[in-house]
């Protein structure tokens, strides 16, 4: 990631739930401006600790730019922490 634009943005996510090795897939997200980034593509997501809360980090693109989104499993609530160009 080039010329990256470090974040703390709520986004509202649309994700999908199923079984398997990755269970939750970002699927969509729309920004505060209404701007929505359909993903096309997930690249590396673990899960890690903020405190005593389990954090799940999803590195994901549209093609154009790249994004980190972090989903909080105890509040429920997705922050966009990255905004990148792609190059």
């Given at each position: ?65 790249d ?13 966009l ?7």
């Amino acid at each position: 990631m080039n010329d990256e634009l470090f974040l703390n943005e709520r986004v509202e996510v649309v994700a999908v739930f199923s079984e398997g090795l990755n269970p939750c897939k970002p699927v969509k997200f729309r920004r505060a401006s209404g701007r929505e980034v359909d993903i096309t593509e997930i690249g590396l997501c673990h899960p890690t600790t903020a405190g005593r809360r389990m954090v799940h980090m999803f590195d994901v693109t549209d093609g154009g730019a790249d994004y980190r989104l972090e989903f909080d499993s105890e509040r429920l609530t997705w922050l966009l922490t990255l905004e990148a160009d792609r190059v």
